[in-house]
């Protein structure tokens, strides 16, 4: 099952727009990671923010993170038609096996229109 | 450096078949982990290798099954399988000295039961 929710689930906007998507998630976790994937092809990571973190930056994007709400937002600013994908969040949880799983949300859908 | 290579790329079986999918990690990375990706489910982690051992398990049947090598090149076997294991099988690696890195994907195999 999914731990985490996005929303919106698609979006649509114009070339150098930002983009805003929301990730919540349910339980305690390490950190909290932003992937982006191309018409069903391989994980892109894109950033990664650790739970006392509450805010991180690289390039274009800014990502947030409130552990008190269990909720994160991507930030892309000035938008690019190559932007276009679907995007994930994913928690790594704490583990009683020392080992490491990434829950996925559901994904948000993002088209830059050109 | 080369990044994480799934073969094959494409594969479709029938019914009651087994397949094996095979994993290469980034030279260096010795945590190999295991999702399954569908339309209905979404992402779902599957299973986690760190030096030969399964450190990490999710919630499917046993007919799902891993394993990994002295080289940390991993393996993944659906025995008997169904219509329902239809999907995206994306490996990934990591660096447990570089986690800031998040993990690195493959571009998947494709795998469809007919």
């Known amino acids: 099952s999914q731990q985490g929710e996005e929303d919106p689930q698609a979006l649509s906007i114009q070339e150098g727009e930002n983009a805003t998507m929301n990730c919540s998630y349910k339980?305690?976790?390490?950190?909290l990671q932003w992937y982006r994937q191309n018409s069903g092809r391989g994980l892109v990571h894109l950033i990664l923010?650790?739970?006392?973190?509450r805010e991180k930056h690289s390039g274009r994007l800014r990502v947030t993170l409130d552990t008190s709400k269990k909720s994160s937002s991507l930030l892309i600013t000035a938008s690019r038609a190559a932007d276009t994908a679907s995007y994930f969040c994913?928690?790594?949880?704490?583990?009683?096996?020392?080992?490491?799983?990434?829950?996925f949300g559901e994904g948000t859908q993002l088209t830059v229109n050109p | 450096k080369a990044g994480v290579t799934q073969t094959p790329r494409y594969l479709i079986k029938t019914r009651g078949q087994q397949v094996t999918l095979s994993c290469s990690p980034i030279?260096?990375?010795?945590?190999v982990s295991w999702y399954q990706q569908t339309p209905g489910q979404g992402l779902q982690f599957l299973f986690e290798?760190?030096?030969?051992?399964?450190?990490n398990k999710g919630n499917f049947p046993g007919r799902f099954s891993g394993r990994q090598f002295s080289n940390s090149r991993s393996e993944m076997n659906v025995s008997t399988l169904e219509l329902g294991d239809s999907a995206l099988y994306l490996c990934?690696?990591?660096?447990?000295?570089?986690?800031?890195?998040?993990?690195?994907f493959g571009s998947g195999t494709r795998l469809t039961v007919v």
């Open positions: 994913a928690t790594d949880a704490p583990s009683e096996t020392s080992g490491s799983r990434l829950t």
């Open positions: 030279s260096g990375h010795r945590s």
């Open positions: 339980t305690s976790i390490n950190n």
């Open positions: 290798y760190f030096s030969e051992t399964q450190r």
């Open positions: 990934a690696s990591s660096s447990l000295r570089d986690r800031a890195s998040g993990y690195t």
């Open positions: 923010i650790r739970s006392n973190e």
